[in-house]
């Protein structure tokens, strides 16, 4: 059987790259290739060397001005001479970027059968500002199987009338990443100039609270709030250190240096390649953040997470008790940051619960499916 697995964004790369290294493992039953559309390129790199990936396609699609009108155009019509040459059997794409939804129909248009991975997240809103619910609900309608994360998505799947057999729930495949990247990064003979300038960085006297930020919907007075509560978390707590690798966007810069440069328990520091943050994270206390993805990943190190946003696409996480939505409101971040840094026993209970998105075996199942087929 020949698969093709297709993917273009960082978070894409990592999600994807356990299920790349597990069809790998079994290269008697399957000839396995791997193609970057490259729709973000410097941070898909820095992933793929880091899993030891080397891709047999890059379409190298990143251009200074991206929109979405030609880089979907361009994706569907540089994947044709690939899924002619290469006739793969299965086509598997993730999640809700230009490059599932594309890499979708362009697999589709082939005759190759579709596989989702990350099936069934749904915000409901496709008249967002952001198309992520329309490309993963396209992603939805053409994929012939769907590996969903959680049973929520898998519920979602149903009601737009996917058969039952299609679907198969399977917990993240980010799971099965954040575990390979934590023991990699932990063992003694890994070395990461980058892990360690962080360690001159991190006071390990100090409760380490980490904070990422970079949604579109956060922008503006999203995070001129952010930035003045964690001022005040600072302030308040004495004995914690908040870092910060700020994302590079300047809409993001722009507040957060103005308004947090120069207090000394809080340390703004440029954004950090994946197996980095991966440590930062195994030595956090909290995590406060926007992100998706380490709303996922958190709770698998036993790091409880504060939501910076007003709506989740990840309800289970909520639900499950592991990440608590906080939206940008000051005295509700306060709060909850405080009775989390100060009250043991709700610290010690939120960073030992069950982690909904899985437990590391996510592409063992992906791959025993598709092996019965
Ligand atoms: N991440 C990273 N470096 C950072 C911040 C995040 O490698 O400085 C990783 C993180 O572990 C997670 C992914 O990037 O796997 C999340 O990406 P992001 O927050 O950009 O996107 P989202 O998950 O919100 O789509």
Redesign the pocket.
Do not use: C, N, W
């Given at each position: 059987k020949k698969n093709l697995i297709i993917f273009g964004?960082?978070?894409e790369a990592?999600?994807m790259a356990p299920l790349v290294k597990a069809f790998l493992k079994q290269s008697g039953t399957f000839e396995t290739r791997v193609c970057i559309t490259a729709q973000h390129r410097e941070?898909l790199d820095?992933?793929l060397s880091f899993f030891e990936i080397t891709p047999d396609y890059d379409l190298d699609l990143m251009t200074p001005n991206q929109n979405l009108y030609s880089l979907t155009a361009d994706i569907i019509t540089n994947l044709k001479p690939i899924l002619e040459e290469f006739k793969p059997d299965y086509v598997y794409v993730h999640?809700d970027t230009t490059t599932t939804m594309a890499a979708s129909i362009a697999a589709f248009y082939s005759g190759a059968k579709v596989c989702h991975v990350e099936a069934g997240l749904r915000t409901f809103n496709k008249r967002s500002p952001f198309p992520e619910e329309v490309n993963r609900s396209i992603a939805g309608a053409i994929a012939d199987y769907h590996f969903s994360p959680t049973a929520t998505s898998k519920q979602n799947l149903l009601n737009e009338n996917i058969k039952e057999e299609a679907i198969l729930v399977t917990g993240n495949t980010?799971i099965d990443?954040?575990q390979f990247s934590a023991e990699k990064v932990t063992s003694e003979t890994y070395s990461d100039i980058e892990i360690d300038a962080l360690k001159s960085v991190v006071d390990s006297s100090k409760k380490l609270v980490l904070v990422?930020g970079?949604?579109r919907e956060n922008h503006g007075q999203g995070f001129i709030n952010i930035c003045s509560t964690l001022k005040e978390i600072a302030l308040q707590n004495k004995a914690v250190q908040i870092i910060y690798?700020v994302?590079l966007n300047p809409k993001v810069q722009k507040p957060v240096y103005e308004l947090l440069e120069g207090i000394h328990n809080i340390q703004l520091i440029?954004?950090?390649?994946?197996?980095?943050?991966?440590w930062l994270?195994g030595q956090s206390y909290l995590i406060i953040?926007?992100?998706?993805?380490?709303?996922?990943?958190a709770p698998s190190l036993g790091k409880p997470v504060l939501v910076m946003r007003e709506t989740t696409e990840r309800p289970e996480a909520v639900a499950a008790g592991t990440v608590c939505l906080v939206g940008t409101d000051k005295s509700k971040i306060v709060t909850e940051a405080n009775r989390l840094l100060n009250n043991t026993e709700a610290y010690s209970e939120m960073s030992t619960l069950h982690n909904p998105y899985g437990d590391g075996t996510s592409c063992q199942k992906i791959v025993e499916f598709i092996s019965k087929l």
């Open positions: 964004t960082r978070p990592i999600k941070m820095q992933v999640g980010v990443a954040l990422t970079h949604r690798p994302h440029d954004p950090l390649s994946y197996p980095a943050f991966v994270m953040t926007d992100s998706g993805g380490v709303q996922e990943e």
